[in-house]
């Protein structure tokens, strides 16, 4: 799961105020995690640079790149990488505890198509991502700042969106989810306000086939909760 900037100071004024992918949350990293972290964690995830990423030669091929922001405790983003071998991934998490459980997900799974940054996503797409080289951002069940007065926390507004699409290679894909309906229709009406972006629906897209359930998601669908996806495509 994304996590928002971090809020500014109280003597800061936020629109001033850089934007953070996450907000800091401390969590308990199990044994398994540690284990992973220790023995994993040299090879797959990659040091924050402020150098723009080789992925070919981090990969070792050539092939489409999809960034993944905020990948909670990693459980989608090993089955999408496991289910998409042609395709090159990067989760962005700071939290321990789940860059701790994907890396064990990819031991596991012997997943050779999936690396972690384990830093804010906002600074990794300024300065380790080239502008259009990704074929995909999946910006799945980001915090939703619920309260009136902390929605200028989320992470999809248009400064972040610009980013991201600026990263984005022709007909590359920004494809976003939550289950939190009045984010749902800020993104849409952010996503939509792009000029370099075309929705793939009328409106709030389908979950795609290939978007694995969460086990909260799955909960809260047994609830009666709603899911939203949106899924844009770059124009040009």
């Known amino acids: 799961m994304n996590r928002p900037f971090t809020p500014p100071p109280p003597d800061e004024d936020p629109r001033s105020a850089p934007i953070r992918s996450f907000v800091m949350r401390t969590g308990r990293v199990g044994p398994g995690q540690q284990r992973a972290l220790l023995e994993l964690g040299p090879r797959f995830v990659l040091p924050y640079a402020a150098a723009t990423l080789d ?88 915090d939703p700042w619920h309260k009136l007065r902390h929605n200028k926390r989320r992470l999809v507004r248009p400064p972040f969106v610009d980013l991201v699409v600026s990263r984005l290679a022709p007909g590359g894909y920004l494809h976003c989810a939550t289950d939190w309906q009045p984010y749902a229709e800020q993104m849409l009406a952010v996503l939509a306000a792009e000029p370099r972006l075309a929705n793939s629906a009328a409106g709030f897209a389908p979950r795609p086939d290939w978007r694995p359930l969460t086990k909260f998601e799955a909960r809260g669908l047994k609830l009666g909760h709603g899911v939203w996806d949106l899924v844009f495509r770059r124009s040009s």
């Open 55 to 142: 992925a070919a030669a981090v990969f070792g091929r050539p092939a489409p790149l999809v960034l993944e922001i905020g990948f909670g405790m990693g459980d989608a983003t090993a089955q999408v990488a496991a289910d998409q071998p042609g395709t090159d991934f990067i989760g962005v998490e700071v939290h321990e505890p789940g860059v701790g459980a994907l890396l064990k997900r990819i031991g596991e799974r012997a997943l050779s198509n999936l690396r972690i940054v384990r830093h804010d996503a906002v600074e990794v797409l300024q300065q380790m991502v080239a502008p259009a080289s990704l074929a995909g951002v999946h910006i799945w069940f980001p």
